[in-house]
């Protein structure tokens, strides 16, 4: 077993920051989000309506540290929120399609910012309110996890990571979300959370304690969801210091 940190010991744990104000209203739907701590690396979401019914989202993690990399979150978010008005508002448009031009003019525009190779993993989903349906893709991110009453699914990795390769594509799968599914995003930092304890059995905290605590929660309050599993990580390491951003993105379906 990780030794837990104690309060008192040493520096306090950073603080769970809930900011789910900034995402618009989904029919049907509800959105949140969860850091950990200060932000030190290249971890960014967003979620933006493109459409009457559609919902844009993502959650990418530019390889680097924020003093580094500012300028290419900057231009990621620009164009994240750009070309997804541009390519998922027109009337008559394949969803699939659009995903995968989205995915690949980020992938250009990191490359271009950061003036070479930058490892940018992503998840990026379109959320159709009226049918319940997510249109994503997983640029080399960790899994999305989808949990209805059957259980949970990964949505694993689609495609490489964006701004390795200028004309790398990534595939954009759609997947149906029923009453009650949760869909649960979360950072890099999370699943390689380590275990404080040297000799610890599990060093990493890893995807299945994930897994494991998203079934536990009983979808009391959406914003709940990933703050327990942030405090979870948090507790797991005993860290007062945050080596990577830890970040968690939930959508949940209500109607």
């Given at each position: ?40 690396a ?22 680097g ?6 300028g290419?979150?900057v ?8 070309l ?7 009337p008559?448009?394949?969803?699939s ?17 950061a ?8 998840f990026?989903g ?18 999305g ?6 259980g949970?699914?990964e ?31 979360v950072?890099?930092?999370v ?15 890893g ?18 969801v ?5 405090a979870?990580?948090g507790?797991?390491?005993?860290e ?7 970040t ?8």
């Open positions: 077993m990780c030794a837990l940190f104690q309060p008192g010991e040493s520096e306090p744990l950073p603080r769970l920051e809930p900011t789910n104000s900034q995402f618009p209203r989904i029919e049907g739907a509800e959105m949140a989000a969860t850091t950990y701590g200060k932000r030190t290249g971890d960014f979401y967003d979620c933006v309506r493109v459409g009457p019914e559609r919902i844009l989202f993502g959650l990418l993690d530019v390889a540290r924020r003093e580094s990399n500012e290419i979150l231009a990621a978010k620009d164009m994240f929120r750009t997804g008005a541009e390519l998922f508002s027109p008559d448009f394949n969803e399609e659009a995903m995968s031009e989205l995915c690949l003019r980020l992938n250009r525009g990191v490359m271009e910012a003036g070479g190779v930058c490892a940018c993993p992503a990026i379109c959320y159709h309110e009226k049918f319940g349906t997510l249109c994503y893709t997983n640029a080399g991110h960790t899994p996890l989808l949990r209805d009453r059957t949970i699914a949505l694993a990795s689609t495609g490489l990571p964006l701004g390795l390769f200028s004309h790398a594509t990534c595939d954009a799968p759609t997947v149906g979300m029923e009453k009650g599914a949760i869909l649960l995003l950072s890099r930092g699943v390689e959370g380590k275990c404080k304890e040297e000799n610890a059995e599990d060093q990493e905290f995807l299945e304690r994930v897994k494991e605590r998203l079934l536990a929660d009983t979808l009391q309050n959406l914003q709940t990933g703050g327990a599993i942030l979870a990580v507790e797991f390491t005993g007062p210091l945050i080596r990577d951003d830890m968690a993105l939930v959508l949940a379906r209500s109607g």
